[in-house]
């Protein structure tokens, strides 16, 4: 599994990089945007509107290559910019997860310290921290989820019937 990080270096790269490597023995990938410090610039952060049209490209991605790339639809929904700086502000990573320093002091809020800046968080642990402490986004999830596997499980069958049918034929 490929953890990519989405940068203003590296945007561009998306489709290229998801075609090469679906060609490998990687079983997937999952994308998620750069966490800018408090302060910082637009260096490495994309901004709402370019980070809206990334999702946009990944969802679009997601049918050519479902199963490659592996955040589901509903956490890229909740990382645009009309839901993101609403969730991010509260920090919900730091409600359910916890990390340390190397010497084994927590930090505050999250991985990056006391200095990370929230505002423009683009980690997938903090959608997924959204997503698991709201029943009312987590059940529709289940639901997606298993209901994906169904169809996937369906046209698996469907598809060897038919190369059955076609094998049997041409006896
Ligand atoms: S993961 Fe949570 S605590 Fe850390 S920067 Fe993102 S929103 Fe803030």
């Given at each position: 599994m490929i953890a990519f990080?989405?940068?203003?270096?590296?945007?561009?790269?998306?489709?290229?990089?998801?075609?090469?490597w679906?060609?490998t023995s990687v079983k997937g990938i999952v994308f998620?945007?750069?966490?800018?410090?408090?302060?910082?610039?637009?260096?490495?952060?994309?901004?709402?509107?370019?980070?809206?049209?990334?999702?946009?490209?990944?969802?679009?991605?997601?049918?050519?290559?479902?199963?490659f790339i592996h955040v589901?639809?509903?956490?890229?929904?909740?990382?645009?910019?009309?839901?993101?700086?609403?969730?991010?502000?509260?920090?919900?990573?730091?409600?359910?997860?916890?990390?340390?320093?190397?010497?084994?002091?927590?930090?505050?809020?999250?991985?990056?310290?006391?200095?990370?800046?929230?505002?423009?968080?683009?980690?997938i642990?903090?959608?997924?921290?959204?997503?698991?402490?709201?029943?009312?986004?987590?059940?529709?999830?289940?639901?997606?989820?298993?209901?994906?596997?169904?169809?996937?499980?369906?046209?698996?069958?469907?598809?060897?019937?038919?190369?059955?049918?076609?094998?049997?034929?041409?006896?």
């Amino acid at each position: 599994m490929i953890a990519f990080c989405v940068t203003r270096i590296n945007y561009q790269c998306i489709a290229d990089m998801v075609k090469e490597w679906s060609q490998t023995s990687v079983k997937g990938i999952v994308f998620e945007f750069y966490r800018p410090m408090k302060g910082e610039g637009n260096e490495l952060w994309l901004n709402w509107a370019e980070r809206d049209k990334v999702i946009d490209q990944l969802l679009a991605l997601k049918e050519t290559y479902r199963g490659f790339i592996h955040v589901s639809d509903r956490i890229y929904h909740l990382m645009r910019s009309d839901l993101a700086p609403k969730i991010t502000q509260n920090g919900p990573f730091s409600k359910i997860g916890f990390s340390y320093d190397p010497m084994g002091k927590p930090k505050i809020p999250c991985q990056l310290g006391p200095n990370a800046d929230c505002s423009r968080c683009g980690c997938i642990l903090s959608f997924y921290s959204m997503l698991l402490t709201h029943r009312s986004l987590l059940i529709p999830e289940f639901a997606a989820s298993a209901w994906r596997k169904l169809i996937d499980q369906y046209k698996i069958r469907v598809s060897a019937i038919h190369h059955l049918s076609q094998k049997i034929t041409a006896h």
